[in-house]
């Protein structure tokens, strides 16, 4: 059965992880508060499900990482509607090429793409969804692992809680789980 300690170990060795912490309860309860207040620009709601998720794992471990940090398996951001219609993602940059001259896709920047030939018929909703975490999901005696990234406040937050400057280089990423 893993530790706490084994998972921050393992995280800690990871190329780009400078810094790896447990959440403590208190902090739990006001990075939910954070998220459930945050807004997104034009209007947009914002949802933050892969936040939600992982507060509600046993241990919650985070890592404050730079750009070295292995990029995550899954998309981080969904433009979404009607409940489940996804009308826009995050791509990765292997991902670009696929999408470059496609008439049905909209770049609003270099990572972000909307498809034009998905009309909602309710309001959009940009939706954080819950990641996997390969790495800490291979370890004996952990289950239900799935991680994410906090709003901008939630990260501002994080990083306060150990003192770290908002270094824009610089981004946290929160990895739950629970014991076997």
Avoid: W
Avoid at 33 to 46: F, H, L, P, Q
Avoid at 52 to 70: G, S
Avoid at 133 to 141: D, H, K, S, T, Y
Avoid at 148 to 175: E, T, Y
């Amino acid at each position: 059965m893993a530790t706490v300690a084994e998972v921050i170990e393992l995280l800690k060795g990871m190329d780009g992880s400078q810094q790896v912490f447990q959440l403590d309860d208190k902090s739990r309860k006001k990075l939910i508060e954070i998220e459930v207040n945050v807004k997104a620009s034009m209007g947009i709601t914002c949802r933050n499900i892969g936040v939600e998720e992982c507060l509600k794992r046993q241990h919650v471990v985070v890592v404050i990482k730079d750009k070295r940090f292995r990029p995550p398996p899954e998309p981080t951001v969904l433009l979404v509607a009607d409940e489940d219609v996804i009308i826009g993602k995050e791509i990765f940059p292997y991902e670009k090429e696929q999408y470059m001259n496609d008439e049905n896709v909209m770049f609003l920047s270099e990572d972000f793409i909307i498809f034009m030939d998905k009309r909602p018929k309710t309001k959009e909703c940009f939706l954080m969804p819950p990641v996997s975490f390969p790495e800490v999901a291979a370890l004996r005696g952990t289950r239900n692992v799935t991680s994410c990234s906090p709003s901008p406040p939630g990260d501002m937050f994080v990083r306060a809680m150990h003192n770290l400057k908002d270094d824009p280089l610089l981004a946290s990423i929160l990895i739950g789980y629970d014991d076997k």
